[in-house]
C-alpha cells in the first residue's frame, strides 16, 4: 500500500465515526504551519474539482457531489471577473479555468 493511500485511509477512518470532533480538526488545520495549511486546501479544492464532476451518486453523497458542483460553480464566476478585470481575453479565461492551475495554490 502506497503512503498516501495509507495517509487517506488514516483520514477515511478517523472522521468516519459519528463522534468525529469537526471543530477540532478545523482548528488543527487553522492552528498547523501556514504552508501546511495551504496544501491542504489546495488539496480539498483539488478534491472538489474531481467530486464535482461525479456523475454517478446515491442519496449517500448526492448533497456532497451537488455542493461540490455549486462551490467550483461559484469560483469559476469570481475567477473568471477577477482575469477579466485583470485584462485577460475570454480565450485566455477559458484556458485557464480548464488547466491543471486550476486549484493549485502558491506556497512559500
Known sequence: MSEKKKVYDGLSDGIGPFTFDNEEFINGLLNDHRTLQSKVVGLMFKSLLKYSEVERF??????????????????KLVKTKELKN??????????????????????I
Open 86 to 107: 485583470e485584462g485577460f481575453s475570454d480565450k485566455q479565461i477559458e484556458r485557464f479555468l480548464e488547466s491543471q492551475y486550476v486549484g493549485n495554490l502558491p506556497t
Open 58 to 75: 446515491d442519496a449517500r453523497n448526492e448533497q456532497a457531489v451537488k455542493l461540490a458542483k455549486q462551490v467550483i460553480e461559484g469560483y
